[in-house]
Protein backbone atom coordinates (compact mmCIF):
# COMPACT_ATOMS: atom_id res chain seq x y z
CA UNK A 1 0.00 0.00 0.00
CA UNK A 2 1.00 3.71 -0.83
CA UNK A 3 2.64 5.56 1.86
CA UNK A 4 0.53 8.26 1.22
CA UNK A 5 -2.84 5.73 2.16
CA UNK A 6 -1.42 4.44 5.53
CA UNK A 7 -2.75 7.35 7.46
CA UNK A 8 -5.97 6.76 6.27
CA UNK A 9 -6.04 2.83 7.20
CA UNK A 10 -8.83 2.66 9.88
CA UNK A 11 -7.14 0.15 12.13
CA UNK A 12 -9.85 -0.18 15.23
CA UNK A 13 -13.26 -1.08 14.61
CA UNK A 14 -15.69 2.20 14.29
CA UNK A 15 -19.05 1.04 16.78
CA UNK A 16 -21.66 0.53 14.44
CA UNK A 17 -25.24 -0.93 14.97
CA UNK A 18 -27.01 -2.15 11.74
CA UNK A 19 -30.57 -1.38 11.35
CA UNK A 20 -31.35 -3.68 8.50
CA UNK A 21 -29.36 -5.01 5.24
CA UNK A 22 -27.27 -2.43 4.77
CA UNK A 23 -23.76 -3.90 5.56
CA UNK A 24 -24.55 -6.58 2.92
CA UNK A 25 -25.79 -4.76 0.63
CA UNK A 26 -22.80 -2.41 0.58
CA UNK A 27 -20.48 -5.24 0.36
CA UNK A 28 -22.10 -6.51 -2.82
CA UNK A 29 -21.80 -2.76 -3.77
CA UNK A 30 -18.05 -2.57 -3.31
CA UNK A 31 -17.95 -6.23 -4.75
CA UNK A 32 -19.04 -4.22 -8.09
CA UNK A 33 -17.08 -1.73 -7.25
CA UNK A 34 -20.90 0.50 -7.95
CA UNK A 35 -19.99 4.14 -6.58
CA UNK A 36 -22.67 4.77 -3.68
CA UNK A 37 -25.14 7.05 -2.58
CA UNK A 38 -26.09 7.58 1.13
CA UNK A 39 -29.35 9.65 2.01
CA UNK A 40 -30.75 10.57 5.42
CA UNK A 41 -30.75 13.15 7.86
CA UNK A 42 -28.11 15.18 9.43
CA UNK A 43 -26.20 12.74 12.39
CA UNK A 44 -28.18 9.86 11.65
CA UNK A 45 -25.00 7.82 11.29
CA UNK A 46 -23.94 7.77 7.47
CA UNK A 47 -20.33 8.85 7.65
CA UNK A 48 -20.23 6.35 10.94
CA UNK A 49 -21.32 3.79 8.65
CA UNK A 50 -19.00 4.20 5.84
CA UNK A 51 -16.32 4.09 8.36
CA UNK A 52 -17.18 0.92 9.33
CA UNK A 53 -17.75 -0.24 5.82
CA UNK A 54 -13.89 0.97 5.18
CA UNK A 55 -12.82 -0.77 8.23
CA UNK A 56 -14.68 -3.95 7.64
CA UNK A 57 -13.12 -4.35 4.04
CA UNK A 58 -9.87 -3.36 5.26
CA UNK A 59 -9.69 -0.55 2.39
CA UNK A 60 -8.10 3.29 3.43
CA UNK A 61 -10.82 5.96 3.55
CA UNK A 62 -10.48 9.56 2.16
CA UNK A 63 -12.97 11.79 3.37
CA UNK A 64 -14.25 15.13 2.09
CA UNK A 65 -16.34 17.53 3.69
CA UNK A 66 -17.81 19.72 0.88
CA UNK A 67 -18.39 23.46 0.94
CA UNK A 68 -19.97 25.73 -1.62
CA UNK A 69 -16.25 27.68 -1.70
CA UNK A 70 -14.76 24.20 -3.14
CA UNK A 71 -13.14 24.37 -6.20
CA UNK A 72 -13.15 21.14 -8.89
CA UNK A 73 -8.77 21.51 -7.81
CA UNK A 74 -9.12 20.89 -4.71
CA UNK A 75 -10.49 17.72 -5.20
CA UNK A 76 -8.18 16.61 -8.45
CA UNK A 77 -5.23 18.37 -7.50
CA UNK A 78 -2.98 21.48 -8.28
CA UNK A 79 0.78 22.59 -8.65
CA UNK A 80 2.21 24.20 -5.86
CA UNK A 81 5.65 26.43 -5.25
CA UNK A 82 8.49 25.29 -3.42
CA UNK A 83 11.98 25.54 -2.82
CA UNK A 84 12.44 23.62 -6.32
CA UNK A 85 10.08 25.22 -7.92
CA UNK A 86 6.40 23.96 -9.42
CA UNK A 87 5.64 20.24 -8.40
CA UNK A 88 1.98 18.59 -8.57
CA UNK A 89 0.03 17.40 -5.82
CA UNK A 90 -2.73 15.14 -6.18
CA UNK A 91 -6.28 16.44 -4.37
CA UNK A 92 -8.06 13.52 -2.58
CA UNK A 93 -10.33 12.51 -5.04
CA UNK A 94 -6.87 11.80 -7.05
CA UNK A 95 -5.11 10.48 -4.45
CA UNK A 96 -7.92 7.40 -3.78
CA UNK A 97 -8.37 7.02 -7.18
CA UNK A 98 -4.65 6.49 -8.17
CA UNK A 99 -3.70 4.62 -5.27
CA UNK A 100 -7.07 2.78 -4.50
CA UNK A 101 -9.13 4.45 -1.74
CA UNK A 102 -12.71 4.60 -1.39
CA UNK A 103 -13.30 8.65 -1.20
CA UNK A 104 -16.31 9.51 0.68
CA UNK A 105 -17.56 13.07 -0.25
CA UNK A 106 -19.72 13.96 2.57
CA UNK A 107 -22.74 16.38 2.16
CA UNK A 108 -21.57 16.60 -1.66
CA UNK A 109 -24.90 19.23 -2.55
CA UNK A 110 -22.83 21.94 -0.66
CA UNK A 111 -20.07 21.67 -3.40
CA UNK A 112 -21.08 23.74 -6.75
CA UNK A 113 -22.30 21.56 -9.33
CA UNK A 114 -19.35 22.57 -11.78
CA UNK A 115 -16.91 20.96 -9.00
CA UNK A 116 -19.20 17.43 -8.63
CA UNK A 117 -19.53 16.69 -12.54
CA UNK A 118 -15.05 16.19 -12.53
CA UNK A 119 -16.24 12.94 -10.58
CA UNK A 120 -18.26 11.42 -13.41
CA UNK A 121 -15.63 9.90 -15.56
CA UNK A 122 -15.01 7.84 -12.20
CA UNK A 123 -18.54 6.80 -11.57
CA UNK A 124 -19.44 4.81 -14.44
CA UNK A 125 -17.54 2.30 -17.03
CA UNK A 126 -14.70 4.33 -17.88
CA UNK A 127 -13.22 5.14 -14.16
CA UNK A 128 -10.81 7.08 -15.10
CA UNK A 129 -10.15 10.69 -14.01
CA UNK A 130 -8.70 13.82 -16.43
CA UNK A 131 -6.06 16.06 -14.83
CA UNK A 132 -6.42 18.61 -17.76
CA UNK A 133 -3.69 20.93 -15.91
CA UNK A 134 -1.06 17.88 -15.96
CA UNK A 135 -2.26 16.40 -19.18
CA UNK A 136 -2.59 12.93 -17.24
CA UNK A 137 -5.77 10.47 -17.84
CA UNK A 138 -5.58 8.57 -14.36
CA UNK A 139 -7.28 5.01 -14.26
CA UNK A 140 -9.02 4.62 -11.51
CA UNK A 141 -7.15 1.78 -9.41
CA UNK A 142 -9.13 -1.36 -9.15
CA UNK A 143 -9.70 -0.85 -5.37
CA UNK A 144 -11.24 2.28 -5.23
CA UNK A 145 -14.91 3.23 -4.85
CA UNK A 146 -16.57 7.22 -4.97
CA UNK A 147 -19.56 7.31 -1.79
CA UNK A 148 -21.36 10.46 -1.25
CA UNK A 149 -23.83 11.73 1.24
CA UNK A 150 -26.61 13.99 1.55
CA UNK A 151 -29.42 15.06 3.32
CA UNK A 152 -32.68 14.83 0.70
CA UNK A 153 -34.87 17.10 3.23
CA UNK A 154 -32.55 19.92 4.19
CA UNK A 155 -32.26 20.47 0.51
CA UNK A 156 -33.43 23.34 -1.79
CA UNK A 157 -34.15 22.55 -5.58
CA UNK A 158 -30.87 24.83 -6.65
CA UNK A 159 -28.90 23.01 -4.33
CA UNK A 160 -30.66 19.34 -5.46
CA UNK A 161 -27.86 16.65 -7.57
CA UNK A 162 -28.42 16.63 -11.19
CA UNK A 163 -30.41 13.58 -12.71
CA UNK A 164 -26.91 13.23 -14.49
CA UNK A 165 -24.75 12.45 -11.44
CA UNK A 166 -27.57 10.48 -9.02
CA UNK A 167 -28.07 8.22 -12.07
CA UNK A 168 -24.46 6.56 -11.22
CA UNK A 169 -24.99 5.55 -7.90
CA UNK A 170 -26.71 2.86 -6.03
CA UNK A 171 -28.21 4.37 -3.18
CA UNK A 172 -29.08 3.77 0.53
CA UNK A 173 -31.75 5.11 2.18
CA UNK A 174 -30.92 6.17 6.18
CA UNK A 175 -32.51 7.33 9.17
CA UNK A 176 -32.79 7.31 12.78
CA UNK A 177 -32.89 3.89 14.07
CA UNK A 178 -35.53 2.58 16.09
CA UNK A 179 -36.19 3.20 20.23
CA UNK A 180 -34.35 0.42 21.13
CA UNK A 181 -31.66 0.11 18.55
CA UNK A 182 -30.67 3.91 18.93
CA UNK A 183 -31.12 3.62 22.71
CA UNK A 184 -28.19 1.14 22.72
CA UNK A 185 -26.00 3.20 20.55
CA UNK A 186 -26.27 6.42 22.71
CA UNK A 187 -26.02 4.08 25.57
CA UNK A 188 -22.57 2.80 24.28
CA UNK A 189 -21.06 6.00 22.45
CA UNK A 190 -22.09 8.45 25.70
CA UNK A 191 -21.28 5.44 28.43
CA UNK A 192 -24.38 5.73 30.11
CA UNK A 193 -26.78 3.04 30.52
CA UNK A 194 -29.90 2.17 28.55
CA UNK A 195 -32.29 3.29 30.57
CA UNK A 196 -30.55 6.61 30.79
CA UNK A 197 -30.21 6.38 27.18
CA UNK A 198 -33.67 5.37 26.05
CA UNK A 199 -34.86 8.51 27.96
CA UNK A 200 -32.93 10.63 25.71
CA UNK A 201 -34.23 8.82 22.42
CA UNK A 202 -37.94 9.56 23.95
CA UNK A 203 -36.81 13.10 23.88
CA UNK A 204 -35.38 13.36 20.41
CA UNK A 205 -38.42 11.04 19.21
CA UNK A 206 -40.62 14.10 20.70
CA UNK A 207 -38.67 16.60 19.18
CA UNK A 208 -38.89 14.77 15.47
CA UNK A 209 -42.24 15.09 15.49
CA UNK A 210 -42.23 18.60 15.10
CA UNK A 211 -39.94 18.90 12.25
CA UNK A 212 -41.35 21.21 9.75
CA UNK A 213 -44.17 22.48 12.33
CA UNK A 214 -41.64 24.66 13.99
CA UNK A 215 -38.01 23.28 14.09
CA UNK A 216 -36.42 22.88 10.65
CA UNK A 217 -34.56 19.44 11.95
CA UNK A 218 -35.46 17.07 14.57
CA UNK A 219 -32.59 16.08 17.30
CA UNK A 220 -29.73 13.73 15.82
CA UNK A 221 -28.13 10.78 16.79
CA UNK A 222 -25.51 12.61 17.60
CA UNK A 223 -26.25 15.04 19.42
CA UNK A 224 -27.89 12.44 21.79
CA UNK A 225 -24.65 10.94 22.34
CA UNK A 226 -23.47 14.58 23.43
CA UNK A 227 -25.94 14.92 25.74
CA UNK A 228 -25.10 11.22 26.98
CA UNK A 229 -21.48 11.75 27.10
CA UNK A 230 -21.91 14.85 29.57
CA UNK A 231 -24.36 13.23 31.65
CA UNK A 232 -21.91 10.42 31.72
CA UNK A 233 -19.23 13.23 33.11
CA UNK A 234 -21.79 14.26 36.02
CA UNK A 235 -23.77 16.62 34.34
CA UNK A 236 -27.33 17.18 35.39
CA UNK A 237 -29.62 15.49 32.76
CA UNK A 238 -32.07 18.48 32.66
CA UNK A 239 -28.76 20.70 32.14
CA UNK A 240 -27.35 18.10 29.04
CA UNK A 241 -29.87 18.42 27.59
CA UNK A 242 -31.05 21.64 27.43
CA UNK A 243 -27.21 22.54 26.33
CA UNK A 244 -26.77 19.47 24.05
CA UNK A 245 -30.15 19.18 22.90
CA UNK A 246 -32.71 21.91 22.55
CA UNK A 247 -30.55 25.23 22.77
CA UNK A 248 -28.83 24.23 19.13
CA UNK A 249 -31.33 23.59 17.48
CA UNK A 250 -34.28 26.75 17.82
CA UNK A 251 -33.81 30.53 18.90
CA UNK A 252 -37.96 30.21 19.65
CA UNK A 253 -38.57 30.75 22.60
CA UNK A 254 -42.32 29.06 22.93
CA UNK A 255 -39.96 25.97 20.50
CA UNK A 256 -37.73 26.17 23.56
CA UNK A 257 -40.01 25.81 26.33
CA UNK A 258 -41.85 23.30 24.50
CA UNK A 259 -38.81 21.29 23.80
CA UNK A 260 -38.01 21.65 27.70
CA UNK A 261 -41.11 20.10 28.81
CA UNK A 262 -40.86 17.58 26.90
CA UNK A 263 -37.46 17.15 28.40
CA UNK A 264 -39.29 17.23 32.10
CA UNK A 265 -41.24 14.89 31.36
CA UNK A 266 -38.80 12.04 31.20
CA UNK A 267 -36.08 13.82 34.05
Not at 39 to 48: A, L, Q, V
Not at 64 to 79: I, K, P
Not at 159 to 186: C, M, N, W
Amino acid sequence: MQDDLRDHLITEEPYYQPVADEIELYEAAYSVRMPMMLKGPTGCGKTRFVEHMAWKLGKPLITVACNEDMTASDLVGRYLLDADGTRWQDGPLTLAARHGAICYLDEIVEARQDTTVVIHPLTDNRRVLPLEKKGEMVQAHADFQVVISYNPGYQSLMKDLKQSTKQRFGALDFDYPGHETEAKIVAHEGKINEEMAGKLVSVAERARNLKGHGLDEGISTRMLVYAASLIAKGVEPLGACRMALVRPITDDPDMRDALDSAVTTFF
